[in-house]
């Protein structure tokens, strides 16, 4: 069975309780903050991160922030210093027995949207994406910087640390860029659909070198979900799901409640179980609901609430057929 977890971040919180109290005891976490001179990939600073998450009962399953790799992603003199802190961070996730390490390779800038307060179901708030928007805005500080040399960069990358993730034992999990279009800004995008993900897993083959499933960035690429799921399941190369939904094209889309999209979400989970996938799951990107300032867009707690209970629902109808 799937390991139902949230993204609970590095310190204690309500969440971590709500998560207890609806049966969640899988955690997504984001490297610590840096503490009397112990940087976020250090040992030490992991090592109670984890202790802190099981003195509440739960179990780091993902770490899904990153070292600084700007200059990685671009070719940029420093990569190799950058690629040093993220070889040190997997073999630290190894020594503690954190099994995925959630990365991307989106240069300049992550994730982005055009609004984060569009209205969807009852009012609710949800992140949208508009292209022509940002068709005249400024090219990003490294612009442009062509397909063919971010998918040479990621080679280079790639060479680097899979072996330190086999040695390790530490699952690679590349997330798709979001939105999945390019270029954005003058700065080129290459992972950006499902044959994208399958170039990037096959640069430097190896057990260790898979997928974050990101169902919505995937959704508005147009993808078939099951039909990835299957793929990538097929070859051992899924390793962690973002469960989320869009509705519209890599162009013009939104977001939207986990049952609100254009996705048949029951058929995804009766597909992760169908091929075993027994990782980790998260709900990513819920709706701002009412009473809710929209201050974290995507991640308020509301929305969190309804989405996990959704997900055990559709487990529930599908695991105990």
């Not at 469960?243 to 029951?266: A, K, L």
Request: hydrophobic share 35%; glycine share 8%; net charge negative.
């Amino acid at each position: 069975m799937l390991k139902l977890a949230e993204r609970l971040g590095t310190h204690e919180s309500a969440l971590w309780t709500l998560c207890k109290q609806m049966g969640v005891n899988y955690g997504v976490a984001a490297l610590p903050p840096e503490q009397n001179g112990l940087k976020p990939w250090d040992y030490l600073n992991l090592m109670q991160m984890k202790t802190r998450y099981e003195n509440a009962g739960l179990r780091i399953e993902v770490i899904e922030s990153r070292p600084p790799a700007n200059l990685i992603k671009l070719g940029k003199p420093g990569r190799d210093e950058e690629i040093a802190t993220v070889q040190e961070l997997i073999v630290n996730m190894g020594k503690l027995g954190i099994p995925v390490w959630c990365y991307d390779f989106m240069a300049d800038f992550n994730w982005l949207r055009t609004s984060t307060a569009t209205r969807t179901r009852g009012g609710a708030l949800v992140s949208s994406y508009d292209h022509s928007l940002v068709a005249d805005a400024p090219y990003s500080e490294n612009a442009p910087v062509s397909e063919d040399e971010l998918w040479s960069n990621l080679k280079y990358y790639l060479e680097a640390i899979v072996p330190v993730a086999e040695k390790a034992k530490v699952k690679l999990a590349l997330h798709p860029d979001d939105p999945p279009i390019s270029p954005i800004r003058g700065m080129s995008r290459i992972v950006t659909s499902a044959d994208a993900l399958q170039r990037a897993v096959d640069l430097v083959p190896s057990e260790y070198s898979g997928i974050c499933l990101c169902q919505g960035v995937l959704s508005a690429a147009g993808e078939d979900i099951p039909a990835t799921i299957r793929r990538f399941a097929k070859q051992d190369k899924l390793f962690f799901v973002h469960f989320r939904d869009t509705r519209g094209t890599p162009e013009r889309f939104e977001e939207t409640f986990h049952d609100d999209g254009m996705t048949d979400m029951y058929e995804c989970i009766r597909t992760y179980a169908e091929v075993g996938f027994d990782g980790p799951l998260r709900p990513d990107h819920v709706p701002t609901m009412a009473g809710e300032e929209n201050g974290n867009p995507g991640y308020e707690t509301l929305g969190r609430l309804f989405a996990v209970g959704y997900i055990k629902g559709l487990m529930d109808g599908v695991y105990r057929k």
